[in-house]
């Protein structure tokens, strides 16, 4: 089903006009269909149905309140990165026995903060960070209840940038290692082991490398019980990938039987960690042309959405379908472009290359698959006020975050008492 559709020429989102949230909000903004995030939600609940496992929405991917709420209503947990996200997470709904808290450089405090917050597990990942979270338990007289991160040495067939699962990425305890720190973890007072975590890097379009990483993982989980250890979790991570181009990632119900296949008879109950996959088809990114400029060998259209809005494709290299919100004629013709910002960085592209129908300024684009990895990344970069977020549900919308004014941007910042105040 698609969310993001032509109406009466028009492209709109569920039951609104994009360009009548334009009109209400200014541009650019994002725009996050709510349909379209229940829909990929109840895909996992569906396939996940009679199996011993659960859901733990990987917030990192777009940490909106609204977005975070909608899957916290639905029953989903989270997995977070920082003591931010578990802040919002918290402030969401999601109760805390059901966050999942991941991350390579947890700091005393943060861990400190988790464990009051009463979070329910925490995926360890170093021989230094089962100390130090050791000492922490102690001194507020808990237990707490983790998994160790394993890496793999799984390469998950993806941008350079988003792959984990690698020995030579900084993610986990390489698999050849972990005995011992499992070994190291259950001598510690003040943890529980509880199970084994994997995550193996993101925009996956095969099922192949997650087949190989649990099988290694099956096997440690062997090695582990044999020396001894309870191991009754085991957390496969996210990172399944969606279309944004002509990929074809496998579908949520596919993912999910693979891995109950993979993982059967192992009697461990499974957590899902997605992020991309929940919310990327589900976001748009929707920006008014400033001005086209044509050059000798191609034309620039030069946008009000920028690298700071969206920093993927320069980041990623990640190509993003661009429409023009007006339905073209199906006959229009079409012109080579670059969808370009207004920032003074050559990487200040949304699209390149791209034969779109000639546009021309106040007209509004669409940058398509955009839910995930877009508005968080988003900063304030050239002072342009972070980008706003909007949700549609039905035939309503709502600003899920206001563009900050520049006075409330300017009003943040402090003068040193030393330097003479202006004016
Ligand atoms: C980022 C991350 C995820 C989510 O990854 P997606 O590719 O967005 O699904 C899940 N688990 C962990 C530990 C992560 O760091």
Redesign the pocket.
Known sequence: MNFFAYRNGEMHAEGVALKTIAQQVGTPFYCYSAAALRAAWQEFADAMKGMNASLCY?V??NSNLAVIKLFGDLGVGA?I?SVGEMRRALAAGIPAGRIVY?GVGKKASELMAALEAGVGQI?VESSAELETLNAVAGQLGRKADITIRVNPDIDAGTHEKIT?GLKENKFGIDIDLARGAFAKAGALPNLRVVGVAM?IG??LTSLQPYRDAIVRVRSLIEDLRSDGHRIDRLDI????GIVYADETPPSITEFVQVVGKETAGLGCELTF?????LVGEAGVLVSEVILVKPGVFKTFVIVDAAMNDLIRPTLYDAWHDVLPVREPRPDAATIRCDIVGPICESGDYLAQNRDLPSLSAGELIMVRSAG?YGAVMASSYNSRPLVPEVMVDGTRFAITRPRPSIEEMIAAERIPPWMAQAG
Request: hydrophobic letters at 25%; aromatic letters at 0%; charged letters at 25%.
């Open positions: 990987a990192k991917a997995d990165v991941s995926n984990t995550h993101s925009q991570g996210g990172g399944l960690e997605p992020g991309r996959r995930a």
